[in-house]
């Protein structure tokens, strides 16, 4: 299965035989235990698990935050397991929109500087990142807000920059960590509806989850617990347990 | 990204951020920016009314000239036993002749020999005045210009005459408005006949030169006794070469003076420099010590902003974080905040050095220091106080950006 993967051209993140081992006070806490999973693109895919199970460590090490203690991560035919410092930035830059659960804006800074942060830093001329940014807040339909602060924003609205500024940079994939987290049930299905759109035309998204719920709303979902794969299939099966067809993984293939 | 697009990135948004956040704690900024403020202006104030008194004072060396030397028994500055000075022979006018016809390389000389007394004209009276007997080449020697009459000549001399020429402010004091040629002022009760009076010349070190009154050699000894010891001041030709005349000198005036060749030298050779130099001394300890003041306020200052940048840091952790996943490098990070603390602390500068100049300044107004502050002192305090804040935000800012953006972003 890894080889059929791994040689398919759309093939955007391949991860293999990760672990990532911490040392708290000592102790050995090994929060990844050899995951290996493909995700091509075009995709929308759930990881789910409990708190513990390795979910948040994964979407750190995915989001190239965090290097894995040892197995390989290709992203978009890059090995960015071994990537120093800078280099990781750098991917982070253009690879990978973040969408946080407490979306972590800048404060101090309007919607539109908000957006146009990632294009700061990839050097961007001020004028062509300013339309950019006002480009990709029109995709959430936030243009009128767009010279406000966060704190004058709804969580909806906030929620809704930072998937703008997500997407501002065109990068490979949207990473979403419980983005629905912090919103009530209705704003939350506004930011899903979002994601079904974006899905549609085509981003590749990985959403980090414990809600059963909204992990079974994406077509495909991974479930994790212990540092394991222990189901890998359509969003709904794997997420509300049904279905006999979850293909069971364990370690490699 | 080049490399160098990168960096014109980091410094243009390290800038912008910078700048910023200054804006936004105003109060803070004021007060970080205080301390490096006194710092700098401590330093430039000190260093403003020391420069003052060193360009004042070489100033008024400059008026003793200098291509003269000045022999006598007496040196100018001595630590010691004044008594073995005071031992020592004095001069003699047959030895000033034999001086002269032996060292061709001076152009002019006269011996000069002094008391302080009170002048008189009338019911006018000058005090603390130096009666100074000298010869016709004198004139050339001091640097004095006439102003007005003649300066005394080697016949005044020959003959003692009773003659005299007044220093400008001896002059002016005791003929106001009305020319003191042909009239007679007295010095201790003896006539003097007033044949010429001196150009205005200023003080050198707290020295009034114009309250002088001059008179020849001669008739100073026949007036007031032969036991004063005599000071001998000689113009050279060439002041590139005074040091290579100064050797000269020593031989002759030894020969002169029948010093035994296994003897130490019985008498000195005085330069104005030789004053430079002990002065360059005493003040450059005063230097030392007012500069280290300044340096230790200025640490102060520092230590004030490292705290200020590590408040910064820490109240900054999720944004850190949020930049860092954004894309945003260490050495971002890093700029960001060094150019918060050098620009917090080239501001200070800025202002430590308007106060520090203008504290140098009400000082030299209101009291006899003068203050004298130069572009370079200007420009150097406003730089070294970039350098504190950047030295001193070394250590913030390399914890920003070592912060595990993982652990940033959850900071609360």
């Given at each position: 299965?890894?080889?059929?993967?791994?040689?398919?051209?759309?093939?955007?993140?391949?991860?293999?035989?990760?672990?990532?081992?911490?040392?708290?006070?000592?102790?050995?806490?090994?929060?990844?235990?050899?995951?290996?999973?493909?995700?091509?693109?075009?995709?929308?895919?759930?990881?789910?698990?409990?708190?513990?199970?390795?979910?948040?460590?994964?979407?750190?090490?995915?989001?190239?935050?965090?290097?894995?203690?040892?197995?390989?991560?290709?992203?978009?035919?890059?090995?960015?397991?071994?990537?120093?410092?800078?280099?990781?930035?750098?991917?982070?830059?253009?690879?990978?929109?973040?969408?946080?659960?407490?979306?972590?804006?800048?404060?101090?800074?309007?919607?539109?500087?908000?957006?146009?942060?990632?294009?700061?830093?990839?050097?961007?001329?001020?004028?062509?990142?300013?339309?950019?940014?006002?480009?990709?807040?029109?995709?959430?339909?936030?243009?009128?807000?767009?010279?406000?602060?966060?704190?004058?924003?709804?969580?909806?609205?906030?929620?809704?920059?930072?998937?703008?500024?997500?997407?501002?940079?065109?990068?490979?994939?949207?990473?979403?960590?419980?983005?629905?987290?912090?919103?009530?049930?209705?704003?939350?299905?506004?930011?899903?509806?979002?994601?079904?759109?974006?899905?549609?035309?085509?981003?590749?998204?990985?959403?980090?989850?414990?809600?059963?719920?909204?992990?079974?709303?994406?077509?495909?979902?991974?479930?994790?617990?212990?540092?394991?794969?222990?189901?890998?299939?359509?969003?709904?099966?794997?997420?509300?347990?049904?279905?006999?067809?979850?293909?069971?993984?364990?370690?490699?293939? | 990204?080049?490399?160098?697009?990168?960096?014109?990135?980091?410094?243009?948004?390290?800038?912008?951020?910078?700048?910023?956040?200054?804006?936004?704690?105003?109060?803070?900024?004021?007060?970080?920016?205080?301390?490096?403020?006194?710092?700098?202006?401590?330093?430039?104030?000190?260093?403003?009314?020391?420069?003052?008194?060193?360009?004042?004072?070489?100033?008024?060396l400059?008026?003793l000239g200098a291509n003269t030397l000045y022999v006598s028994k007496f040196p100018w500055v001595f630590r010691g036993d004044w008594w073995l000075f005071r031992n020592r022979k004095n001069f003699t006018l047959d030895q000033v002749a034999r001086i002269r016809a032996q060292a061709p390389f001076i152009s002019a000389m006269s011996p000069a020999v002094q008391r302080?007394?009170?002048?008189?004209?009338?019911?006018?009276?000058?005090?603390?005045?130096r009666?100074t007997g000298v010869l016709e080449e004198y004139?050339a020697v001091s640097?004095?210009?006439?102003?007005?009459?003649?300066?005394?000549?080697t016949?005044?001399d020959e003959?003692t005459?009773?003659?005299?020429?007044?220093?400008?402010?001896?002059?002016?004091?005791?003929?106001?408005?009305?020319?003191?040629?042909?009239?007679?002022?007295?010095?201790?009760?003896?006539?003097?006949?007033?044949?010429?009076?001196?150009?205005?010349?200023?003080?050198?070190?707290?020295?009034?030169?114009?309250?002088?009154?001059?008179?020849p050699f001669r008739t100073f000894y026949a007036s007031f006794g032969k036991g004063r010891p005599m000071q001998i001041a000689i113009a050279v030709e060439d002041a590139g070469r005074v040091k290579q005349y100064e050797d000269q000198l020593v031989g002759i005036v030894r020969r002169v003076r029948g010093t035994p060749a296994d003897q130490p030298d019985d008498f000195s050779i005085n330069k104005p420099d030789t004053l430079a130099q002990t002065y360059e001394q005493?003040?450059?300890?005063?230097?030392?010590?007012?500069?280290?003041?300044?340096?230790?306020?200025?640490?102060?200052?520092?230590?004030?902003?490292?705290?200020?940048?590590?408040?910064?840091?820490?109240?900054?952790?999720?944004?850190?974080?949020?930049?860092?996943?954004?894309?945003?490098?260490?050495?971002?990070?890093?700029?960001?905040?060094?150019?918060?603390?050098?620009?917090?602390?080239?501001?200070?500068?800025?202002?430590?050095?308007?106060?520090?100049?203008?504290?140098?300044?009400?000082?030299?107004?209101?009291?006899?220091?003068?203050?004298?502050?130069?572009?370079?002192?200007?420009?150097?305090?406003?730089?070294?106080?970039?350098?504190?804040?950047?030295?001193?935000?070394?250590?913030?800012?390399?914890?920003?950006?070592?912060?595990?953006?993982?652990?940033?972003?959850?900071?609360?």
């Amino acid at each position: 299965m890894s080889e059929a993967s791994g040689t398919r051209q759309s093939a955007l993140i391949q991860v293999e035989q990760l672990t990532r081992v911490f040392f708290v006070g000592g102790e050995e806490v090994r929060a990844l235990r050899g995951i290996s999973f493909g995700v091509t693109r075009g995709e929308w895919v759930a990881i789910i698990g409990q708190s513990g199970s390795g979910k948040s460590t994964l979407m750190n090490v995915l989001g190239c935050l965090d290097t894995p203690t040892s197995g390989r991560y290709l992203l978009n035919g890059k090995d960015v397991s071994r990537m120093d410092d800078d280099d990781l930035a750098v991917i982070r830059n253009v690879e990978i929109g973040f969408i946080f659960q407490t979306f972590q804006l800048l404060p101090r800074e309007t919607a539109l500087a908000n957006v146009e942060l990632p294009l700061v830093y990839r050097g961007v001329p001020a004028r062509e990142r300013r339309e950019r940014a006002k480009a990709a807040l029109d995709k959430v339909q936030l243009t009128h807000r767009m010279h406000h602060r966060p704190n004058e924003l709804s969580g909806g609205q906030r929620q809704r920059v930072a998937i703008a500024r997500a997407l501002v940079s065109e990068p490979s994939m949207l990473l979403a960590d419980e983005p629905t987290g912090n919103l009530d049930s209705a704003t939350g299905e506004e930011i899903v509806r979002l994601f079904e759109q974006l899905h549609k035309a085509g981003h590749t998204l990985v959403l980090v989850t414990h809600e059963p719920k909204l992990a079974a709303r994406c077509p495909r979902a991974i479930r994790l617990s212990d540092g394991e794969v222990v189901a890998d299939g359509p969003g709904r099966e794997v997420a509300l347990g049904t279905g006999a067809g979850v293909a069971a993984v364990t370690g490699g293939a | 990204m080049s490399f160098r697009q990168g960096f014109r990135v980091d410094v243009l948004e390290g800038g912008r951020i910078a700048l910023f956040s200054l804006r936004a704690n105003r109060m803070r900024t004021v007060l970080t920016t205080l301390g490096i403020g006194i710092g700098v202006a401590t330093l430039l104030a000190i260093v403003g009314i020391i420069q003052g008194l060193n360009t004042s004072f070489h100033n008024q060396l400059a008026t003793l000239g200098a291509n003269t030397l000045y022999v006598s028994k007496f040196p100018w500055v001595f630590r010691g036993d004044w008594w073995l000075f005071r031992n020592r022979k004095n001069f003699t006018l047959d030895q000033v002749a034999r001086i002269r016809a032996q060292a061709p390389f001076i152009s002019a000389m006269s011996p000069a020999v002094q008391r302080v007394s009170d002048v008189a004209r009338g019911d006018a009276q000058v005090s603390s005045v130096r009666i100074t007997g000298v010869l016709e080449e004198y004139l050339a020697v001091s640097g004095y210009e006439v102003a007005s009459g003649r300066f005394l000549t080697t016949s005044d001399d020959e003959v003692t005459r009773p003659v005299a020429v007044l220093g400008a402010e001896v002059a002016s004091s005791l003929f106001p408005g009305i020319s003191p040629l042909g009239q007679t002022v007295r010095v201790d009760g003896r006539p003097f006949q007033v044949v010429g009076t001196l150009a205005k010349k200023g003080k050198v070190v707290e020295e009034n030169l114009d309250l002088v009154v001059l008179v020849p050699f001669r008739t100073f000894y026949a007036s007031f006794g032969k036991g004063r010891p005599m000071q001998i001041a000689i113009a050279v030709e060439d002041a590139g070469r005074v040091k290579q005349y100064e050797d000269q000198l020593v031989g002759i005036v030894r020969r002169v003076r029948g010093t035994p060749a296994d003897q130490p030298d019985d008498f000195s050779i005085n330069k104005p420099d030789t004053l430079a130099q002990t002065y360059e001394q005493l003040t450059r300890a005063l230097y030392g010590v007012a500069v280290g003041v300044g340096l230790i306020t200025l640490l102060v200052g520092g230590i004030g902003i490292m705290n200020i940048m590590l408040v910064s840091v820490r109240e900054r952790t999720r944004e850190i974080g949020v930049r860092r996943a954004l894309g945003a490098r260490r050495r971002t990070i890093v700029l960001q905040f060094l150019m918060e603390a050098a620009s917090v602390s080239a501001v200070g500068g800025l202002l430590g050095t308007v106060v520090g100049l203008g504290t140098a300044k009400v000082i030299s107004l209101i009291t006899p220091l003068a203050a004298d502050v130069r572009p370079e002192t200007v420009f150097s305090g406003v730089a070294f106080a970039a350098v504190v804040g950047l030295l001193f935000g070394i250590w913030p800012a390399a914890r920003a950006a070592n912060l595990d953006p993982v652990e940033a972003l959850r900071y609360e």
